[in-house]
């Protein structure tokens, strides 16, 4: 008990000082991470009955505390949660040369689109390409390997049914154009390699005519950030969704005749 009291009285002192001295010792800032998802835990923190903390999100899958297999109790833990409310954290990839430091809030969005995280070709899933490498080599990458795979024009046009990738390098931004199949349904999102509040700054338009020229279906969708997962994207509704059935309909003598267009907000 006394162990925990000194840690407190350490730890709120730095708090009222933080302004004017050092960052957190690596030894608090190890206090500060879920034992369950080893992420820096973001309010609001739980408790179990011998005073070990977890994060709220791996709380709701666990029944015992991971520490000490103990029932977990409703009390937050307040000062630790004011604690990180303050504090700066280093980003996932400093151990790749990223020296960049974020409040709890930014921390985890930065992680996703941090140019020294590991990321892979999307491209592997068409013609096998097993680069991986940073985000920050991976523009370079699709032009010098990939260039017949990009267009520099806000609008192209889509003319294969069947799963396919495309890159749009437009407003000096690189884009990705998926088209996915899964249980009959065509998915067809656009993503922005950035941040989430970068590519909200986008949105696309889908264009899908018929043989005839007047027959068609319009629909606009936001951009996604490239860090977003497909299920996600997929489930929130958030990308052109077409079944077998429509997409036959407007096939043009076995193409599709789908034209995209990209615009800034």
């Known amino acids: 008990m006394l162990e925990v009291r000194i840690l407190l009285t350490t730890c709120n002192s730095y708090v009222l000082g933080m302004a004017y001295g050092p960052r957190v010792p690596e030894y608090l800032l190890k206090e500060m991470e879920c034992p369950v998802c080893r992420d820096y835990m973001v309010p609001p923190i739980l408790m179990c009955k011998n005073g070990h903390n977890v994060c709220s999100k791996c709380r709701g899958r666990i029944r015992l505390c991971p520490t000490c297999r103990d029932n977990f109790i409703v009390t937050r833990n307040v000062a630790l949660e004011n604690i990180v409310r303050q504090q700066e954290f280093p980003c996932g990839n400093k151990e790749r040369g990223c020296t960049a430091l974020f409040s709890i809030e930014n921390i985890a969005e930065h992680n996703d689109v941090c140019g020294y995280a590991k990321t892979k070709c999307p491209l592997r899933l068409i013609n096998c390409c097993s680069w991986e490498g940073h985000k920050n080599n991976f523009k370079e990458h699709v032009q010098e390997v990939h260039g017949e795979y ?90 052109l969704r077409l079944d077998g059935k429509t997409a036959q309909k407007f096939l043009v003598e076995r193409d599709l005749n789908l034209t995209i267009t990209l615009s800034k907000l």
């Open 150 to 239: 990009i267009v520099y024009n806000p609008t192209f046009h889509c003319q294969v049914l069947s799963r396919n990738v495309m890159f749009v390098s437009h407003f000096g931004e690189l884009f990705t154009y998926h088209k996915r199949r899964k249980d009959g349904i065509y998915y067809c999102p656009v993503q922005l390699f950035g941040t989430s509040s970068e590519a909200a700054k986008y949105e696309c338009e889908f264009k899908l005519m018929a043989a005839n020229g007047k027959d068609g279906i319009s629909s606009k969708f936001s951009v996604s950030s490239y860090s977003e997962d497909f299920e996600t994207i997929f489930n929130s509704g958030m990308c």
